[in-house]
T-cell receptor, first 111, second 113 residues
C-alpha cells in the first residue's frame, strides 16, 4: 500500500519568514495530494490540494509543488503569521478510499 | 451545503466497557465515510471506510468495528475497550471518486481509564 513520509516533524520560524514542508510517497499511481491544517484539539481542515496533472498550485500565501518523477510534493507558506502555527499533514491517494497521511509537521511561528 | 456531525465530543470510559461513537452527514447522498484515529501527537490512522450502506472495509485488525445502517450514518463500536483505544477519533466524508478531499467531523476525544 501507499506510504507517505513527511518531514520535518517540527519546524520553527520567525514571523514573516517562509516555511517549507516536504512529503514523499511510494505508490507511483497516487494522483491526488491534499494538505490539511490541524489546530490544537480541532479537526484537520483542507488548506490546498493538487492533482497529478499539475506541477504547482498557489492560493495567496500557500503553494504546493509536485514532482511526480521523484514522487515528492511540498507545501510552501510565505510571510508566515502566528496564526499559521498548527500541525500540517500531507496525504496521497489513488482511489477514493485509500488516502494515506504523513505523520504531521508541527509548525510554530514566533512573533 | 454539506455538514458532518460527530458525537460525543469527549468520552471517558473504563477498560472493558462498550463504545459507540456516531457520525452523520447532511447535504449529500451516498458519501464515502471514514473513521480515523489519532493518537496523542501522532498522525491519522485509517480504521474503517464505507462506500455504501452495509459496506465496511477494515484497515487495522483490532477490537473495534464499524457499521453503516443508513446512507449518511456511520457508527464506530467496541464491545470491550482497551487502554490502547484511547485517542482522538475522527469521522470524515468525501464524495465518491478519485481526487476528492476528506471533510472531517470535530472529533471525539476518548480516554479509557
Amino acid at each position: 500500500g501507499e506510504n507517505v513520509e513527511q518531514h520535518p516533524s517540527t519546524l520553527s520560524v520567525q514571523e514573516g519568514d517562509s516555511a517549507v514542508i516536504k512529503c514523499t510517497y511510494s505508490d507511483s499511481a497516487s494522483n491526488y495530494f491534499p494538505w490539511y491544517k490541524q489546530e490544537l484539539g480541532k479537526r484537520p481542515q483542507l488548506i490546498i490540494d493538487i492533482r497529478s496533472n499539475v506541477g504547482e498550485k498557489k492560493d495567496q500565501r500557500i503553494a504546493v509543488t509536485l514532482n511526480k518523477t521523484a514522487k515528492h510534493f511540498s507545501l510552501h507558506i510565505t510571510e508566515t503569521q502566528p496564526e499559521d502555527s498548527a500541525v500540517y499533514f500531507c496525504a496521497a491517494s489513488k482511489s477514493d478510499n485509500d488516502m494515506r497521511f504523513g505523520a504531521g509537521t508541527r509548525l510554530t511561528v514566533k512573533p | 451545503s454539506q455538514t458532518i456531525h460527530q458525537w460525543p465530543a469527549t468520552l471517558v470510559q473504563p477498560v472493558g466497557s462498550p463504545l459507540s461513537l456516531e457520525c452523520t452527514v447532511e447535504g449529500t447522498s451516498n458519501p464515502n465515510l471514514y473513521w480515523y484515529r489519532q493518537a496523542a501527537g501522532r498522525g491519522l490512522q485509517l480504521l474503517f471506510y464505507s462506500v455504501g450502506i452495509g459496506q465496511i472495509s477494515s484497515e487495522v485488525p483490532q477490537n473495534l468495528s464499524a457499521s453503516r445502517p443508513q446512507d449518511r450514518q456511520f457508527i464506530l463500536s467496541s464491545k470491550k475497550l482497551l487502554l490502547s483505544d484511547s485517542g482522538f477519533y475522527l469521522c470524515a466524508w468525501s464524495l465518491a471518486g478519485v481526487g476528492r478531499p476528506l471533510h472531517f467531523g470535530n472529533g471525539t476525544r476518548l480516554t479509557v481509564t
